[in-house]
């Protein structure tokens, strides 16, 4: 089956560590997105990727970053310049208009 | 810049109750519009769409109806099941000559059906 599949679900990590979330996807499309989801505020998009080898940043990039390295996967990583980390990270692909999306990764730093 | 605004939650609904979700955007052209649906500790799934004005998306019972006049693509249902309890995103993308831009999301609206 198709799909997007993000790993882990759940992520627990002390303040001032680097963390990677991964995002990998079987649908062969180009471009690849990732949000980040909180509370009363819906999605907010971190960094995109339209191509391989090439990334843009989203409204929210700041203290995250991104690799395009293959088509399949398009890992996100939150540094630790990251002032609120804690929250629901959402990967996405897209081909025309409809984005799909993964499970999610929920990270909480303690 | 272009946006989408959408009626706050919760919403609290017994079954079989009929549903609207209201949406309104600000576009400076002709965007494609979305509803995506968030069932708890899961990702977003497209429920519908519409492209253009006056087009009517529908599924599973859902309907939006995109109306340039106003402005809006509300979401509506006839009959509300416990199943269609989610947090509801209404969204927009821009068409520029072929491509779309990125995915502009509301804040979500979260509906709970009782039984």
């Known amino acids: 089956d198709g799909g997007i599949t993000q790993s882990p679900k759940y992520l627990f990590r002390k303040e001032g560590q680097n963390v990677t979330l991964s995002c990998e996807q079987n649908l062969n499309h180009d471009a690849m997105y990732w949000y980040r989801q909180d509370p009363g505020q819906g999605l907010r998009l971190i960094y995109y990727s339209q191509i391989v080898n090439d990334f843009q940043k989203g409204d929210i990039a700041e203290g995250y970053s991104v690799s395009r390295e293959k088509k399949e996967s398009f890992p996100l990583t939150v540094t630790s310049a990251q002032k609120n980390p804690t929250a629901f990270y959402l990967c996405?692909?897209?081909?025309?208009?409809?984005?799909?999306f993964g499970p999610g990764t929920r990270l909480t730093v303690l | 810049g272009d946006s989408v605004t959408q009626m706050e939650g919760p919403v609290t609904l017994s079954e079989e109750a009929f549903l609207t979700i209201n949406c309104t955007y600000t576009?400076?052209?002709?965007?494609?519009l979305f509803w995506y649906v968030q069932y708890p500790g899961e990702g977003l799934q497209l429920l519908l769409k519409a492209t253009k004005a006056d087009d009517k998306g529908s599924n599973k019972g859902f309907e939006a109806t995109y109306r340039k006049e106003t402005t809006s693509f509300h979401l509506e249902k006839g009959s509300v099941q416990v199943s269609d309890s989610a947090v509801y995103f209404c969204a927009l993308t821009m068409n520029y000559g072929g491509s779309q831009g990125n995915l502009i999301f509301g804040k979500g609206t979260k509906l709970s059906v009782k039984p």
């Open positions: 996405a692909s897209s081909i025309g208009f409809e984005q799909f």
């Open positions: 576009a400076t052209g002709y965007p494609s």
